[in-house]
């Protein structure tokens, strides 16, 4: 899971241009496979089988050094990413986090195929965990309007805004059940740990917080061993 991408900032949001290729390409060396979201999907409704040593390669929030700085490294590489889009800010900036940063517009987001598939990342970027199923409900269907407004294709998968999920069981359910109406396949929380196959729950993918300021190691650990205490 991957925020951001600067020429030469580095902060747990920010990952500079030469650590993300660097990162990049250590899994291609070390024979980690990109597949993408629609392969994922149909591993799970198909029973479709996934490379070996399967990796995910994801983006929040849909900023626009993504298309600057990601894109021309991805295409080098030969990659496909994931781009989770939070609908009420396109075009607009991180609202949520004090504007800091420009988000994609409409047509930023379509100069991003085929290289990144888009994917959803809530309507308003509220924390999931601290809303009512009613509002969650409504969320997620103004999520999918507004994403189907676009008209740019994109896969029917989720992330939760800051991995966050109601704590109660039942509400957690009945979110998952709204999910699963929406016609919503998977769901990515962060937790930082490695997925084992086959998943128990399609709304609980668990993904690695990748940052600026964290070493190389700690991203070879990260990718071995998931978790690290
Ligand atoms: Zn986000």
New binding site residues.
């Given amino acids: 899971m991957f925020?951001k991408i600067d020429p030469e900032r580095q902060d747990p949001l920010t990952v500079s241009v030469q650590q993300f290729e660097q990162r990049l390409q250590w899994l291609i060396d070390h024979n980690y496979q990109p597949i993408t979201l629609k392969q994922l999907v149909a591993s799970i409704d198909q029973k479709q089988s996934l490379p070996a040593r399967p990796v995910l390669i994801t983006f929040?929030?849909a900023y626009v050094n993504n298309l600057t700085y990601a894109l021309p490294v991805l295409q080098r590489l030969n990659l496909t990413a994931v781009l989770?889009v939070?609908t009420a800010f396109v075009g607009q900036c991180?609202q949520?986090d004090g504007c800091t940063e420009p988000l994609m517009t409409t047509e930023q987001l379509k100069q991003l195929a085929p290289t990144f598939e888009l994917a959803l990342?809530?309507h308003q970027?509220l924390n999931y965990k601290t809303l009512s199923i009613s509002d969650i409900q409504a969320d997620l269907t103004q999520n999918i309007t507004a994403c189907n407004a676009l008209e740019i294709p994109y896969v029917r998968a989720f992330?939760y805004?800051?991995g966050g999920r109601p704590k109660d069981p039942a509400t957690k359910r009945a979110m998952q059940d709204a999910m699963q109406q929406a016609g919503i396949r998977l769901a990515f929380r962060i937790g930082n740990r490695l997925n084992r196959f086959p998943v128990n729950n399609r709304f609980e993918w668990q993904r690695l917080d990748i940052r600026g300021t964290d070493s190389m190691a700690r991203f070879v650990r990260q990718i071995r061993f998931g978790k690290l205490i």
């Fill in positions: 925020h929040d929030d989770f939070p991180n949520w990342h809530s970027h992330a805004p800051y």
